[in-house]
């Protein structure tokens, strides 16, 4: 089984709708990460969290939101989802005192209408 | 603020040839720095790492120095095979209590049988 998985793996909506990703890990890390991943642009750092009662904002944090909860679990969710946020979204994880290294799920593929 | 520049793709090569994928960075500190790969549908993996200046990451016949006069991180392979073709993406981690990844944008090869 994978260490980091990622529902749904594909989703489309409409404008307006609310959505929640869903990040699921086996690894034990206590660090998780949300980014957004748009042709050209690398990749982008929504939120990120360390714990249960830690939660971070990243650089493009506007218009989502998420939830820890548990340290397993880490949730992204798109309050009313508009088009400019289709994108592939990719949930990850790293251990504490490994800087950098850090563990990706497969990715979910959002499109917005 | 930190940022990654990389070349642009896509890189074309035929198999067995040499690859280079240009990586320089801007940073306040002593980054981490980082390669990782993006096979197609999947998420990305950690390819290789260097913590500081004149170290050398290595990983599947890929290799990159840690450049600190020149601010660079250089990707080489010396003869690449088709199951190369991927895209590439720089990272640096600066060494603060985040460890958060900033991203190049990352370059697309594509080897040719």
């Known amino acids: 089984d994978a260490d980091v998985t990622q529902t749904p793996r594909n989703r489309i909506t409409k404008t307006g709708k609310r959505i929640m990703l869903e990040c699921s890990q086996t690894?034990?890390?206590?660090?998780m990460y949300w980014y957004r991943q748009d042709p050209g642009l690398g990749l982008r750092l929504i939120y990120y969290s360390f714990d249960v009662k830690d939660i971070n904002k990243g650089e493009i944090s506007d218009g989502y939101s998420v939830s820890r909860q548990a340290q397993a679990k880490f949730s992204l969710s798109l309050e009313s989802a508009i088009p400019n946020q289709t994108a592939l979204y990719f949930c990850a994880t790293a251990p504490a005192r490994l800087a950098g290294e850090q563990f990706f799920g497969p990715g979910t593929r959002l499109t917005v209408l | 603020g930190n940022s990654v520049t990389q070349m642009e793709g896509p890189v074309t090569l035929s198999e067995e040839a040499f690859l280079t994928i240009n990586c320089t960075y801007t940073?306040?500190?002593?980054?981490?720095l980082f390669w990782y790969v993006q096979y197609p549908g999947e998420g990305l993996q950690l390819l290789l790492k260097a913590t500081k200046a004149d170290d050398k990451g290595s990983n599947k016949g890929f290799e990159a120095t840690y450049r600190k006069e020149t601010t660079s991180f250089h990707l080489e392979k010396g003869s690449v095979q088709v199951s190369d073709s991927a895209v590439y993406f720089c990272a640096l981690s600066e060494r603060d209590s985040s460890y958060k990844l900033i991203f190049g944008s990352g370059t697309r090869l594509l080897v040719r049988p």
């Open positions: 690894k034990g890390h206590d660090r």
């Open positions: 940073a306040t500190g002593y980054p981490s």
